[in-house]
């Protein structure tokens, strides 16, 4: 067997090595070192067979390596152009969802209607300075308080505590702006008709929630915010009946720290 012959075998052995060799290195953990001794062996298979190029099988050997370093260059090509296009695809939709956000933010601090429909319509949006309040609801109901709440009801109620009156508002407070949150303050309500205040005789009785442990009711979602560690919601119920003197005025006050704002929303009627 002459010198050449003995390089084609060579180069075909380094062919079958390069093409198995990877697979059983891979299966022992090693990705990146079989990627390396794929290379190698595959570099090597083609010096020797261009160097047996007078023998059968070195010149198969070296046509087989070019034929699939072409076809290799080509899908890495094409696989580039995929994954670049499936990147800017990917970044645009991120840009588009991000102006979408943007632009419902700014709906939501300037009191428009916002476009995205999940975010519901409310009663009343106002912002004052760096306080926004929203009015979520206002409505006339009746409790039935159990034992335990209707015993120490009774000296104030009599026969009522079977079934009490209650005028309830609902609403959220927010804070805007870089500095640290501060303390939520007020919480002042006052109910008018005609300009002359309503008195509900009975008490009140007002509970502030965290936004993100106020519970939505039924499928009435709650208003977006910024921050809803800036966020609070209120509600201010008063023990008794309101009068049927409709349409009604509310006159909120409430802030965050020593800053508080007046919010008024007018025309309110209970269907």
């Not at 012959?5 to 070192?33: C, E, K, Q, Y």
């Not at 588009?96 to 916002?114: D, F, I, K, N, Y």
Request: hydrophobic share 45%.
């Amino acid at each position: 067997m002459n010198e050449k012959r003995i390089i084609a075998f060579t180069s075909l052995g380094l062919l079958i090595t390069a093409l198995l060799g990877p697979f059983v290195i891979a299966a022992f953990g090693g990705d990146n070192l079989a990627g390396g001794f794929a290379l190698v062996a595959g570099l090597l298979a083609l010096l020797f067979g261009a160097l047996s190029w007078g023998e059968r099988i070195g010149r198969i050997v070296t046509v087989t390596l070019l034929l699939l370093a072409g076809v290799g260059g080509v899908s890495l090509v094409v696989i580039t152009v995929i994954s670049s296009h499936l990147k800017h695809a990917k970044e645009a939709r991120l840009q588009a969802a991000s102006e979408h956000e943007r632009a419902e933010m700014q709906a939501v601090h300037t009191g428009l209607e916002s476009p995205a429909s999940e975010m519901g319509d409310f009663a009343a949006d106002i912002t004052n300075g760096n306080v926004r309040c929203v009015l979520m609801s206002v409505g006339q109901t009746t409790v039935f308080p159990n034992k335990e709440y209707a015993n120490p009801l009774r000296s104030a109620w009599g026969d009522k505590a079977k079934g009490m009156p209650c005028f309830t508002i609902t609403y959220l407070v927010e804070e805007f702006g870089e500095a640290p949150p501060r303390t939520f303050s007020g919480g002042n309500v006052e109910v008018l008709s005609g300009g002359k205040p309503l008195r509900v005789g009975g008490g009140t009785y007002q509970k502030c929630f965290g936004y993100e442990a106020f519970q939505s009711f039924l499928d009435f979602g709650k208003p977006a915010v910024s921050d809803p560690k800036r966020a609070y919601i209120m509600q201010a119920v008063s023990f008794g009946a309101l009068p049927n003197l409709q349409p009604l005025t509310l006159n909120i006050e409430a802030g965050f720290g020593k800053d508080t704002e007046k919010f008024q929303f007018d025309s309110i009627r209970l269907q």
